[in-house]
């Protein structure tokens, strides 16, 4: 089926339609270099596997479909989240690459989280619903807790893809950079100009935090309403990550009680109740999961699919998708997002 | 009155109550290096004028109450703005410094203008409106219309304090930055990296445009139908300087067609009409002429204050607050801020 | 011999004595964390290689040895080299891990080419020998040749390790910075903002050329005399990684014609002959392997060991060294270096 | 003489030679916006002094002839140095213009000075004399006494032009940047990220020093025996400003001591004599005041000139030359340069 020339790809993009993620051009790109396969059957699939020398997408991958999978190189996940429907094992045992698309979101969220964190330090939308309203306040009557990010104590917890992304933005504001992350050695933090913190430093010694850790049987409820108590009072809070890791009963009931400010892009059920009342809270800026998936963020992986299947092919390792580490791959946590 | 060791300043920094430009021991520091008065009479600041090294404020002082101003070696303006009731001729021959508390402000509104940007590029308030209203749209339902900041075109109007302070913020994003100022040679802005551009061009080629010009004769209606028109379809304009800059009912009109996204931070009469039909518009985020004015940016100003006092009395050149220019000073049109 | 909460490790790091790479604390922080043995025969090398977490060295690893190795999840290459003693492939299929110290010596070798490149543009070197023979010119009459770096147009061979590190300290000096790497797809270069090139493109148009490719069969005199004769006249050339990608008759040829300065840490054969006609180069800066080998890096060796090694033991993936790709560990032809 | 739409200039670039500081188009540029009168001779001078707008050089100013030179707007001393040939209070009083040309040379000087503490790090001069003699050193043999600049103790003597141009260029190396500068209040290089610091702090706690401090009566030998006795042994010193801010014996003493390191661009009496020991010190860099007077430095001295002259015809401040401080122009005890 595939020539010398032209390795097989099997695409399976979903739950992307294949016009999400793929500019024309990069389309072309794509089939001028592989033999490019959509099967729309589990067994087109099958039929396909046993040449393929890499699978775009996260179709079930037991360890038997993998032994079929003689020619595999490669696992391009392109939906965000590894879950447990690969042998991940045999993966790493054969060699396979296993990649995720993670990279392309980064800046699209870390653009977002900026907007979020300047919204909460002067109440933009707040402001923006006052005048709407009629009820606008002008200069110093509406700005008495407006604050600066230059100069400001902030945190984050988690310093993977986000916290990569996010970091030079903030650079400039020339803020006192807390950073908790488990998974990271200090020196790594250091090295970067930024000060590695236990999680109970990080959230009491800053104006804002910004969570962008991914969940894992260990980061649920990270943010527990111990964690919360922490904080100092009109800390601002701005949520991007994983829902899980906060506890939102805490967390709303501390924006209620005015001592918290938040944004908070992802919910532990989407779409949120209607009479949640998360929807009527003034400390809050509101948002359904918007932070990642922009049109630029999802056309740049497959941008970054076809450069990564391209080196692959020239028996080079790849070069923009995330390496999966063998030792993460099977500890997420994360669904699917809907 | 004063002493030898402690020249004396008069204090006259309406419209502000003292307290909110003087952090207690900013205060402490003013009084123990020079003698301060505060007159508030006409008549007590008569007496004081012949005595005093520096006021601090924007009393009138036409050529003859220059004239018994004999130790006069500074005037240092709080407001923001360089009104006409002063014969700033008369202190350049004199050779009184005459002193602008702009960059108070510039930090305030970058980090403003920025939040406003992401706001317009990601629709951050539009959709935090839609979320209290029960209309949210999850993931890439509301994203249609978002775009990264990072490589986009972006034009800066006006290189002052405002550019300055705003261009280092921008920076990470890798923007194409041109700018269009014709008080400066294309030079000054090459070495900084950025691109001096017309104003036609800098507004046919930006997706972002944040106007950051002061009022002149020159600048009124800068930004006419005609200019507007050249900006593309779906480009963000952000405008925190002076309302008279911009044609506002061109821009309205741009703005209810949809063609552009505007966050609008000043307007031609504040406060705005009950039934202005701005209100209403939801291509806009409102703003009630919060970018500058919040308490750090106020608490700011005395710390430029007695720092530059202190090295004017110690016989060194101001090195904090703006200095006036002679060609410029006489050229502002910005009204008082209410 | 190792307990369950003391994982083994065995240390031979040669050619480094312990002391040159660990520091007094972090020898005792790997002390406290692992049981550690330093075999100093093959036969106590081979007693301990079963019960063995990580190998730090590069002791002679064949299929047959790694066999009896059941436990090793890595191996720490402390030289720099990854040299075909050990049986890479083997490796990549149990999943231990393979790591560089590249990263240790990366700053260093950075500090040091950009010191060479400002010896190159000013004549440093060269005028501190004029002015120690009495022949100095003073202020214009010996800077006729010096040149900015601001602005220039400098070009990059390879972006690996060496040219990550490089980057940032060339930044502030605003070059047009072009890049040839035949391992990384041009969006990864522009995204950072460099300009991806083909090789004759980055040389033609340079005059600043940093060498920072390693050996492979392809990069064999990847500098030859064609390459080097499209080099701009008065061009700099920085050689700091690995001799062989040049040829070095055709580059002291050019030298020698004054068409070329060159700054050279790598020589074909080390020590260099007596008699070697580039020691009388005026157009040169000599240096004799120095460029990574400092105190500093050596020291930071032992600190990503003991780093990754914790971070292993943790059931996490290291964080510090670098991963060595399956698809180019075996492609170096890099000599040990004496 | 002059049209009105041509303004006066007159030249007298001494000690330049025009060609040395006009590129061709900027020449034309000159020429076509104003009318140049090039006089050589002082009569020639007087004659044209009534009609001119501008002076371009620094040739003797008293009160009589400024009180002739009644058109005069501008003073653009193309040398570097202000001397004590011009009735600057005259100047101040009249409004005009006295502008400096130090903004050509920093960039110039940043980037020698850099190179210089890059070389006293790592010994890259000392070590390619070795080399050639036939001595050298190969890896950890001769890098014993190597130090990076990344993350060091980093002190600046002086923070004007120079300081402000050297500050980019070190940023990405992570310095603690301790300052010391009496002119300026500590909150100007705070808001900088720099940390102002007494002049025997500043000393005490560098490992490398940047004398960058113009002269005055004050500075005068401010860097002498119990000063230099402050710095830690093995620091760098990098003096690229003035030579009499240092006491040259007591410096020249501690390099020979082995205890200072140390890059000497400015000398107490230049030439140097023939027999000055300083000539055989192995502890120095020894450069011939070449920081700034290269080409590029030169030639934009023209640049800045025409840009200013032309933005003060159209009635705009000088954006480019630096203006002088009334209180500073008359402390300044440099010497012209040969």
């Not at 079929?68 to 054969?94: H, I, Q, S, T």
């Not at 992802?266 to 800026?285: F, I, S, T």
Request: glycine content about 8%; aromatic content about 6%; hydrophobic content about 45%.
């Amino acid at each position: 089926m595939s020539t010398p020339h032209k390795p097989l790809v099997i695409l399976r993009p979903d739950p992307h339609p294949g016009e999400r993620i793929f500019r024309p051009d990069t389309l072309t790109r794509l089939h001028d270099r592989f033999t490019v396969v959509e099967p729309d059957t589990e067994e087109a699939f099958d039929r396909a596997l046993p040449d393929a020398f890499a699978v775009v997408g996260q179709p079930d991958l037991p360890a038997e479909r993998l032994a079929r999978a003689r020619e595999l190189r490669a696992l391009l996940n392109v939906e965000g989240n590894f879950f447990p429907n690969v042998d991940y094992d045999e993966c790493f045992r054969r060699g396979i690459h296993v990649l995720g698309c993670g990279p392309a979101y980064a800046q699209a969220v870390a653009e977002y989280a900026l907007g979020l964190a300047l919204d909460l330090a002067r109440g933009i939308s707040r402001e923006d619903r006052a005048f709407r309203a009629g009820r606008e306040r002008y200069v110093s009557d509406g700005t008495a807790d407006s604050v600066l990010l230059r100069g400001a104590d902030v945190g984050l917890i988690g310093f993977g893809n986000l916290g990569r992304s996010l970091h030079p933005l903030l650079a400039p504001f020339r803020p006192t950079l807390r950073v908790y992350d488990p998974w990271l050695p200090p020196a790594v933090l250091r090295e970067q100009g930024l000060v590695p913190a236990s999680l109970d430093e990080t959230l009491a010694r800053s104006t804002f935090v910004f969570v962008l850790a991914t969940v894992t049987d260990d980061s649920r409820h990270l943010l527990g309403e111990r964690e919360l108590a922490l904080l100092p009072d009109g800390a601002r809070l701005i949520l991007v990550s994983r829902a899980p890791v906060v506890d939102f009963p805490a967390l709303l009931a501390r924006v209620a009680e005015g001592r918290l400010l938040a944004g908070i892009d992802v919910w532990p059920d989407e779409p949120v109740a209607a009479d949640d009342p998360a929807r009527d809270l003034e400390g809050l800026v509101l948002s359904a999961h918007r932070a990642g998936g922009i049109p630029d963020a999802f056309l740049s992986i497959g941008d970054l699919v076809v450069d990564d299947l391209t080196l692959l092919a020239r028996g080079l390792p790849p070069a923009r998708m995330q390496v999966a580490a063998r030792e993460l791959v099977g500890r997420y946590r994360n669904r699917p997002v809907l």
